[in-house]
Nanobody, 124 residues
């Protein structure tokens, strides 16, 4: 049974930091491409960050470049998203996602499993 469980969301003031985690079970973790997406109220889900199965290649959405860092620990079957210099417009539900292709996953069409989401709220 495949499970993706996010944690680490919460309420933070603008300029603050949060670290999201996503634990993946039921998959061959070290072969998966991984990504984070987010959906704000009234908006479509958007790409945030992605990392290849080796961890060598990363990709970021334009709105988070330089502020967010994606990483993975294949020994712990866990992916992370370190978020710094948070802004009110970063408020959204954040979803982790897996792709069987191994490369960075930027498109929802490449995603085969989603987590349940974790709420991040940034106050001004």
């Amino acid at each position: 049974q495949v499970q993706l469980v996010e944690s680490g969301g919460g309420l933070v003031q603008a300029g603050g930091s949060l670290r999201l985690s996503c634990v993946v079970s039921g998959r061959f973790f070290s072969r998966l491409g991984l990504g984070w997406f987010r959906q704000a109220p009234g908006k479509e889900r958007e790409f945030v960050a992605a990392i290849s199965y080796t961890g060598v290649v990363t990709s970021y959405g334009d709105s988070v470049k330089g502020r967010f860092t994606i990483s993975r620990d294949n020994g712990k079957n866990t992916m992370y998203l370190q978020m710094s210099s948070l802004r009110p417009e970063d408020t959204a539900v954040y979803y982790c996602a897996t792709s069987p292709y191994g490369r960075v996953v930027r498109a929802e069409d490449d995603v085969d499993y989603w987590g349940q989401g974790t709420q991040v709220t940034v106050s001004s």
